[in-house]
């Protein structure tokens, strides 16, 4: 039987039914909601995109966006300071359509990146992670610049594990450690310097969600279309999506590529042409 809004929102609503919290259905934006009743500080999220991640993944989607869900409205209902904890401050990477302002009117701290992407700050809590705001920076007398290299300075510290494939003559190498800072190695100069070092084409480099990067060594025009079918599947699947737009790395900048996949490599047809 097809599922629809009203049944997902049912099983939501079974997943999360807590004493503490209020559950929402808007029926006129689709979006399912979970706040504390005291705080009204929740989640919202969009419930034909929870639809399509059950039609792939089934009931192993729900148990994601469950897990997910509670511990954002756990560190939603915890006090946290940033003095002592400088070590677990990184930069996030974000679309630049997300919101720059919490729900109950805080404004978050932010820094533009490129036409498609922002960054903004956490505060790393082991499972998860809270996005810093000018509040929480005021209140402790930091200033945005200080977050700003405190970041920048950790986010060299994270481990890089990058897998290599190679496609069609092309080599591809993927970050997915599900740390929540995948995407945001692309902040990392000295990883980005040295990856451009090692190509024997030229560097692209795609953050299709949070959790996971792709540099890619392109070496012939093929190479472009397989990395703009990588980075869709990426972004279609991820439960933070970023960009499905790919970046040039040249003399230190990212410029995105707008890639028109209109056919696959000839390998890959699986046609003998003569």
């Not at 740390?179 to 692309?186: C, E, K, N």
Request: hydrophobic share 35%; proline share 3%.
């Amino acid at each position: 039987m097809k599922m629809t809004s009203i049944k997902m929102k049912r099983k939501l609503e079974e997943r999360l039914d807590n004493p503490e919290w209020n559950t929402s259905f808007n029926r006129d934006k689709d979006t399912f909601r979970v706040e504390w009743k005291e705080s009204h500080e929740g989640i919202t999220v969009t419930v034909p995109n929870v639809v399509s991640k059950w039609e792939q993944k089934g009931e192993k989607a729900l148990d994601e966006l469950e897990e997910h869900i509670k511990e954002a409205l756990r560190v939603m209902n915890e006090k946290t300071e940033l003095s002592g904890k400088e070590k677990q401050i990184f930069p996030v990477i974000r679309a630049a359509s997300f919101p720059v302002e919490t729900e109950n009117g805080k404004k978050l701290v932010y820094t533009d990146h490129t036409a498609e992407t922002r960054i903004y700050y956490a505060l790393d809590l082991g499972k998860s992670y809270q996005l810093i705001d000018e509040d929480k920076i005021n209140e402790e007398g930091w200033t945005v610049e200080r977050i700003r290299e405190v970041a920048s300075f950790n986010v060299r510290s994270l481990d890089v594990n990058l897998r290599k494939d190679t496609v069609y003559g092309n080599d591809f190498y993927f970050q997915s450690v599900n740390d929540g800072y995948d995407a945001s190695r692309i902040l990392n100069e000295t990883l980005l310097e040295e990856m451009k070092a090692e190509c024997k084409g030229e560097l692209a480099i795609s953050i299709p969600h949070q959790d996971v990067i792709i540099f890619a060594d392109i070496q012939n025009e093929g190479g472009y279309d397989i990395l703009a079918q990588m980075a869709m599947k990426f972004f279609a699947e991820g439960l933070v999506p970023v960009t499905s737009l790919s970046f040039f790395y040249e003399e230190g900048e990212l410029q995105p590529i707008f890639i028109m996949a209109q056919k696959k490599p000839k390998e890959q047809r699986g046609e003998d042409e003569s």
